[in-house]
Nanobody, 130 residues
């Protein structure tokens, strides 16, 4: 069992930056893929970004490309999401997630489905004011 805890959310003006952190209770038996999802008000949860188990490939939804960066600190068992040039449409509850066991993932489509991740944080609010 892995517990995930997000931090770093809050209220920011449009154009500002935030860095979200996701601390894992333990390293997941060697690295596993990890991801960020978000759920805007009144909408379904959606994929934001993912990192493969080797930390060699990153994947982003088109809406955040060039503005968000996903990274991992293995020594700290912490996942990050650096969010720059924030827009009001980035307002959402943000969740980090990881897989229970490493599964074969080839390309973007293998990372975007929430069903591919078994452990989830409780979520953290990010609000971007215009």
């Amino acid at each position: 069992q892995v517990q995930l805890q997000e931090s770093g959310g809050g209220l920011v003006q449009a154009g500002g930056s935030l860095r979200l952190s996701c601390a894992a209770s333990r390293r997941t038996g060697g690295n596993n893929a990890m991801a960020w999802f978000r759920q805007p008000p009144g909408k379904e949860r959606e994929f934001v970004a993912a990192l493969n188990y080797l930390d060699t490939k990153t994947y982003y939804v088109e809406a955040v490309k060039g503005r968000f960066t996903i990274t991992r600190d293995n020594a700290q068992s912490t996942l990050y999401l650096q969010m720059n040039s924030l827009k009001p449409e980035d307002t959402a509850v943000y969740y980090c997630a990881t897989e229970a066991s490493r599964r074969r993932r080839v390309d973007y489509s293998d990372y975007v489905g929430s069903q591919g991740y078994q452990y989830w944080g409780q979520g953290i609010q990010v609000t971007v004011s215009s």
